[in-house]
């Protein structure tokens, strides 16, 4: 075979993927599970109760929540790349301010700056996929994406127990210094990287479309996509209960359930953060191949032999299989619903039906752990909450098996 001569060149939409990826490592990697890891120190130092550290989380989470539905909005007037770029330098900016306070109130406030800028950092990144792949690789492309929140797991975990204080600056402190200086220089990488479309660069999105055979490519009816989004949103607040109750709780059973020590416990949830980083890239992947609808089946599957594992059993054989299976699909259900908006609305409808999405998904996040907690208090233990968890997953594939193929091609 004779050579061209000509150097393979890579589609400028895996450049975009992987800088979107970048965002959501600082946007929710360091912006949201970071704070988790430094919150001892931060209530140590600051005297706070568990009352103030649990108003610290509430106001990042509001912010996100309050963010969302607005960030369509602004996406129609200055597109993804300069509302990322702007989000991302917001969040460095909040960072770079609760490394100089300590007061509680100012802490708080700068808190939830973070958290508008997360949800505007994470919703475009997501959404604008769908605008850079046609259906046969948004599932990868989302997977890419989500690696980032896996990267920054690993990354504070790691960083924040090696922090020493500074002069009169303290541990945590430092981190959040370290995390701003980390998310400015983001904002700049996005900012040079990231493209609108790829009409912008005179390209074509990525892949080919896929059709199904024999059914026209006819666009939803207004009602009919009111009542897709809205079974699609019960089923991703489904994922949204069952994920936080795990990830709330599940160091806490190892601990007083399995007799597991706190170090012990620390390692074996450092392996979740490590195998989160493939979860998206294996489901987005398989969504890809076949079907957004059986790659959901195959994720809430998954998850609910997760559940059941822990749920039901008392070795630590199943606790280590629990996690590790909890690890590989942690992010599946985002992925997967990220390329489902596209897919069912369209690259120009994908991000306003995301917002929607990712409303349903927050609701269910707020009260899988109040639940769970309410369990948890009755019985002594979580055993009956991650079973209700596996039962909700099971539910969840019932509804999924339900919903037709898309038929909205770009």
């Not at 500074?166 to 541990?171: E, G, K, P, S």
């Not at 609108?196 to 026209?216: C, H, L, Q, W």
């Not at 996509?225 to 190892?254: D, E, N, Q, R």
């Not at 208090?377 to 009956?384: A, D, I, K, P, V």
């Amino acid at each position: 075979m004779r050579s061209t001569g000509r150097p393979l060149q890579v589609h400028y939409a895996w450049t975009v993927a992987v800088i979107c990826g970048l965002s959501v490592l600082c946007g929710l990697g360091l912006g949201r599970f970071a704070f988790g890891m430094m919150l001892p120190s931060i209530s140590q130092d600051l005297g706070l109760n568990y009352s103030q550290a649990g108003m610290l989380g509430f106001g990042n989470l509001t912010g996100y929540l309050i963010s969302v539905p607005l960030v369509p909005y602004f996406l129609a007037k200055i597109g993804t790349r300069i509302t990322v770029t702007l989000s991302l330098l917001v969040m460095a900016l909040s960072m770079l301010a609760m490394a100089v306070t300590h007061s509680f109130f100012w802490l708080t406030a700068f808190y939830f700056v973070a958290g508008l800028s997360s949800g505007a950092v994470v919703l475009p990144s997501m959404s604008v996929m769908a605008k850079w792949f046609a259906p046969s690789h948004r599932g990868l492309s989302s997977g890419i994406v989500m690696a980032g929140p896996g990267f920054g797991i690993i990354l504070s975990g790691y960083a924040v127990p090696r922090l020493i204080p500074f002069d009169t600056i303290a541990a945590w402190q430092v981190g959040w210094l370290i995390f701003g200086a980390l998310t400015a220089v983001v904002s700049l990488v996005a900012f040079v990287f990231i493209r609108n479309t790829p009409g912008d660069s005179g390209m074509r999105p990525f892949g080919r479309a896929a059709t199904r055979a024999g059914v026209a490519s006819l666009p939803l009816a207004r009602s009919a996509k009111f009542k897709l989004l809205a079974h699609l949103g019960v089923i991703f607040s489904i994922y949204g209960a069952t994920y936080m109750l795990y990830v709330t709780f599940i160091v806490t059973t190892m601990v007083d359930s399995y007799g597991m020590t706190e170090a012990q416990a620390g390692v074996l949830w450092s392996w979740f953060g490590f195998l989160s980083i493939f979860s998206g890239l294996l489901f987005g992947a398989l969504s890809d191949r076949i079907g957004r609808r059986a790659g959901m089946v195959v994720a809430f599957g998954v998850l609910s032999l997760s559940f059941g594992l822990v749920g039901l059993g008392t070795s630590g054989f199943g606790l280590y299989l629990s996690v590790i299976l909890f690890g590989i699909s942690a992010w599946s259900i985002p992925v997967i619903m990220s390329a489902s908006a596209g897919d069912y609305f369209g690259a120009a409808g994908a991000a306003g039906a995301l917002a929607v999405l990712t409303l349903f998904f927050s609701a269910g996040q707020a009260v899988g752990p109040v639940i769970a907690g309410v369990l948890a208090e009755m019985l002594g233990n979580f055993s009956l909450s991650y079973t209700v968890s596996a039962a909700a997953s099971v539910l969840a594939i019932g509804m999924i098996l339900v919903i037709r193929p898309p038929i909205v091609i770009d």
